[in-house]
């Protein structure tokens, strides 16, 4: 029993900065590469950032130079930093991570429920 949770999800104006986080908790023995989606209203979900676990990261072209993916393996938790926040920015952001339980024979993929961020103009 593995469970993703975000948190840090708001409302905030146009060049504005937010931190988003997501936990993993249960009988974990292993987490590899940790993302966050992020889906607004009418489209596909979409790759944001990811983690591996050894630090290597990736973006998508629309957040290069403004969002910033770490973790923390100690505690089982990935962030995302954004700042210079654009309106196009808003969407429920997930968090998805490849995690090893106690009661699986190999690595599987697992969902947050999903954090709303909101960027005004």
């Known amino acids: 029993q593995v469970q993703l949770v975000e948190s840090g999800g708001g409302l905030v104006q146009a060049g504005g900065s937010l931190r988003l986080s997501c936990a993993a908790s249960?009988?974990?023995?292993?987490?590899?590469?940790m993302r966050w989606y992020r889906q607004a209203p009418g489209k596909q979900r979409e790759l944001v950032a990811a983690?591996?676990?050894?630090?290597?990261?990736n973006y998508a072209d629309s957040v290069k130079g403004r969002f910033t993916i770490s973790r923390d393996n100690a505690k089982n938790t990935v962030y995302l930093q954004m700042n210079s926040l654009k309106p196009e920015d808003t969407a429920v952001h997930y968090c998805n991570a490849d995690v090893r339980d106690r009661s699986a024979l190999r690595y599987l993929g697992y969902w947050g429920r999903g954090t709303q961020v909101t960027v005004s103009s």
């Open positions: 983690i591996t676990s050894g630090g290597i990261t």
């Open positions: 249960g009988r974990i023995l292993g987490i590899n590469t």
